[in-house]
């Protein structure tokens, strides 16, 4: 790619089946690739796009990266700069893999370092996630804030940034399957049903409570029984073709849970190490290859640093 300040941003897998908008972890493939440097024409101006880029428009005001930079540059009072940025997308829209989280992270950390770093990490999310809410249509950060700061994050409330790193304990693998089909956060949100039963928020709840025990203190048991989603993978698994087949096989080969990610399509399965999970992944490709349908399969570690100067 071009000179300039280049910043690596995260893939993350959200909800992780009992957190719903509630519970978001980076992984360290695939990554998105962003490069800034100033120029004389004033205005944020998208020069190019490579990669998995289907359907990410150049105009600033339509894109992501060009929402978030323009906000961030306006709020600290330097929108008369002229800003001109490359992106390479490796994460797919449209994936549940936090294609637009990592756009969203990769401008807002970009002018900042382009800046001296005006502003700390925790204070760039809020412009992140102006970015992010064109895709989405809400403000929730389960993708967000861990593409920005890495981990294992918990939202408790994002309209208050309030959200907290959980401890993982070493090891642990993301397998994950990406079927190639596209389904928009929007339409997998606007299919949700409203309301709750009873019974289903009380497990629900309980599920996260013991999932965030589990990993505190590596009792990856605990975390198995919590990989449960009773409200939101019901309602979404028919937009993915084969999901029970998949997760069946995940969860046969010892995976500690399996879900899907984000809106999907993409399926995670949580695993104890890196042969389990690379073992895991060629199972679930084995599905759709068997099926004949298109897809791909990688393993990814949890990445702990977020979005980061490279």
């Not at 009380?202 to 013991?210: D, E, H, P, R, T």
Request: a neutral charge.
């Amino acid at each position: 790619m071009k000179s300039g300040l280049k910043v690596i941003a995260p893939a993350s897998v959200s909800n992780l089946a009992c957190g719903f908008d509630t519970l978001g972890m980076a992984i360290d493939i695939p990554s998105d690739e962003m490069i800034g440097k100033w120029v004389d024409t004033p205005g944020v101006h998208i020069i190019e796009i490579t990669g998995k880029k289907k359907d990410i428009p150049l105009a600033a005001d339509h894109n992501i990266a060009g929402i978030t930079a323009t906000a961030l540059l306006k709020h600290l009072g330097e929108d008369g700069r002229g800003l001109e940025l490359r992106i390479h997308k490796h994460i797919p829209g449209g994936s549940g893999l936090g294609s637009s989280a990592s756009s969203a992270t990769a401008a807002a950390v970009l002018v900042n370092e382009l800046l001296n770093r005006p502003l700390e990490k925790r204070d760039l999310i809020r412009f992140a996630l102006d970015g992010e809410m064109v895709a989405s249509g809400s403000r929730h950060g389960d993708n967000v804030v861990p593409a920005m700061i890495g981990g294992l994050i918990l939202i408790r409330d994002i309209l208050t940034y309030d959200y907290h790193r959980i401890y993982t304990p070493r090891g642990l693998f993301m397998a994950v399957l990406l079927p190639e089909i596209s389904i928009s956060t929007r339409t997998a949100r606007q299919i949700l049903r409203p309301d709750v039963p009873l019974q289903s928020m009380v497990k629900q709840g309980a599920n996260l409570g013991s999932f965030v025990i589990g990993m505190h203190n590596t009792d990856l048991e605990l975390v198995r029984r919590s990989l449960e989603d009773l409200v939101i993978e019901p309602q979404r698994k028919h937009l993915i073709p084969h999901f029970d087949n998949i997760q069946e096989t995940a969860l046969e080969m010892g995976a500690l849970g399996c879900s899907i990610s984000g809106a999907g399509p993409a399926i995670f399965a949580l695993c104890q190490e890196k042969l389990q999970a690379t073992d895991i992944a060629a199972a679930m490709q084995k599905v759709y290859d068997d099926h004949k349908l298109p897809a791909r399969s990688f393993v990814g570690g949890i990445h702990q640093e977020g979005t980061v100067l490279k």
